[in-house]
């Protein structure tokens, strides 16, 4: 009986020890990914992404394709949405919603919320407040 406790003992506390350096790499990762200044944030269409700079709001709509044709970059918000001193990494994230073409930008300091409408087309492309 000493024996099988003592086998029971030894495992769990191996199972244990695992899990508290997987534990601690998840820390890690996640520490590395929230000092991040740009993120990409993935549509509905699998061409486009929308690259967003995490600390002031600024956002680009960007499209690939296996062509150089189609490959482009461009402005959905060229002007910060804070001042420079209050800029901060990760203050701003994006959520989709149910439209392919919107998002919700979130400036997750303070509370405020943007439409996001990213397009083809320019005279399409806005952000709006939502107050």
């Known amino acids: 009986m000493k024996k099988i406790i003592l086998k029971l003992i030894i495992v769990l506390m191996t199972m244990t020890s695992f899990a508290q350096v997987e534990k601690n790499e998840n820390v890690t990762s996640q520490n590395s990914l929230s000092a991040a200044k740009y993120r990409l944030f993935s549509t509905q269409n699998m061409w486009t992404f929308i690259k967003l700079n995490t600390r002031n709001g600024r956002m680009w709509q960007v499209q690939y394709d296996v062509k150089d044709s189609n490959r482009f970059e461009t402005y959905l918000n060229i002007l910060s949405l804070v001042d420079s001193e ?46």
């Open 86 to 131: 209050e800029e901060a990494d990760d203050r701003f994230t994006l959520y989709p919603t149910q439209n392919i073409y919107n998002f919700i930008l979130l400036d997750q300091l303070d509370g405020r919320v943007w439409q996001v409408q990213w397009s083809t087309k320019a005279e399409q492309r806005v952000i709006i407040p939502i107050e």
